[in-house]
């Protein structure tokens, strides 16, 4: 293997395990592992090297336990890792798009007309796309977490909220954290045959 190759494989790796982070602290490196599908000694190794660059911040917690949190300095070298990836967009992009379109599809022939997003993150602005060339409404967007936040000039509220608001066939609009909501949804009670997800996006269904 190269030197070059070597660089750009460690880089890809440290921008996933940065993208984690920044959607929050963990607080264990088997549950990062597991996220990244890596090996933990390889996690462990990437965190030390983080932390050390002042990239990602360790607490000490009670029973030996420890939380990562990205730093600012973390925050600015993923935004490099971003843009040195975001050449692959081109690729992802339209891939994802075309999935939300074929289940915007499904919701025509359903004669679906209103649907409600779940999860917000960079492929919730696609899946809205699709919605709005469909000419399906979105009558509601929202989220596990919740601070004050709004998509599209519309207010993102609470799972357990969007569930006193009535029964709406829902279209999860989150990559990363899809088979999390997914499951989250049929825990407050969605019935899953009104809940859409592109297949791919699931771990464990």
């Not at 030390?48 to 917690?61: D, H, M, Y």
């Not at 492929?123 to 709005?132: K, Q, R, V």
């Not at 979105?138 to 601070?147: I, R, T, W």
């Not at 709004?150 to 006193?164: D, I, Q």
Request: a neutral charge.
């Amino acid at each position: 293997m190269n030197k070059t190759t070597a660089v750009s494989l460690d880089d890809y790796t440290l921008f996933r395990l940065l993208c984690e982070l920044e959607q929050g602290s963990v607080s264990s490196q088997r549950e990062l592992a597991h996220r990244l599908d890596s090996a933990l000694g390889l996690v462990n190794n990437y965190l030390k090297t983080a932390s050390v660059k002042g990239w990602v911040r360790v607490k000490e917690l009670s029973g030996n336990r420890c939380s990562y949190h990205l730093t600012a300095k973390g925050v600015a070298e993923l935004r490099r890792l971003t843009l040195l990836h975001s050449r692959y967009l081109n690729r992802m992009v339209p891939l994802v798009l075309q999935e939300y379109r074929q289940l915007c599809m499904q919701f025509k022939d359903e004669g679906v007309e209103r649907v409600a997003l779940c999860g917000i993150d960079g492929c919730a602005e696609l899946a809205w796309l699709a919605l709005h060339e469909a000419g399906i409404e979105v009558v509601l967007v929202m989220d596990m977490d919740v601070s004050d936040e709004t998509f599209m000039g519309r207010e993102v509220v609470s799972l357990a909220r969007a569930m006193l608001s009535g029964m709406y066939k829902v279209l999860i609009s989150s990559r990363n954290r899809a088979d999390l909501l997914y499951h989250a949804l049929l825990d407050l009670g969605t019935d899953p045959m009104s809940i859409k997800v592109p297949v791919i996006f699931l771990e464990n269904r």
